[in-house]
Structures are given as C-alpha cells and as structure tokens.
Nanobody, 122 residues
C-alpha cells in the first residue's frame, strides 16, 4: 500500500509559478509510474502529466505542454510538478496518483492523494 500526500498549492497571479510536491510512503514507490491530475469546480478530473518509474519518459496534456514539467526523485519518494506561466484556467485541485504504467488514463491509476488547491488570479 502506498500513501500519497500533496503539497505546494496556493494562490498565484497569472504568469506566476508554483511547484507541487507529492511525497509517497511505501518501499515500492520506484516501481510505478506517477501522474498528476486536476479537477476544476463542476468539471471532471483530467490528466495533466505523468512520468515513468525511472523518470525516463514523460507525458503531458496539450494544455500544459511547454509550461509544466513533471519530475521525480526516487531516493526521496517524491514526484514534482513545476508549473510556470500559470493561467486562470489552471485553477483546480491537483492530485497525484500512482499507477502500473505510463498512461493518461485515469482508471489506470490505483492510488490517489487528497489533493492540493491551486488558484490562479487574473
């Protein structure tokens, strides 16, 4: 069993940056892919980014390509999401998730954090 705890959310002006972190418990962290998803009010949870177990490959949603960067530190059991050039439409609760393989499909992830709020003001 792996538990995930996100941090780093907050309020930022449009054009600003935030870095989200997700710390995981459990010794098998480095065997799995990790992803970030987000959910805005009234909308379904959507894929943002994912990274393979060894960090050797990443996936991004088109809406965040070139602005967000996902990375992981297996020695620290932590995955990061660096978010630059933030826009008001990036406002959402951001969740990290752990899954068997690198994928953008929400149902392929079997463990989820509680989420951290990101609010981007215009």
């Amino acid at each position: 069993q792996v538990q995930l705890v996100e941090s780093g959310g907050g309020l930022v002006q449009a054009g600003g940056s935030l870095r989200l972190s997700c710390a995981a418990s459990g010794r098998t962290f480095n065997l799995y892919a990790l992803g970030w998803f987000r959910q805005a009010p009234g909308k379904s949870r959507e894929f943002v980014a994912a990274i393979r177990w060894d960090g050797g490959r990443t996936l991004y949603a088109e809406s965040v390509k070139g602005r967000f960067t996902i990375s992981r530190d297996n020695a620290k059991n932590t995955v990061y999401l660096q978010m630059n050039s933030l826009k008001p439409e990036d406002t959402a609760v951001y969740y990290c998730a752990i899954g068997r393989s690198l994928t953008a499909i929400k149902s392929d992830y079997w463990g989820w954090g509680q989420g951290t709020q990101v609010t981007v003001s215009s």
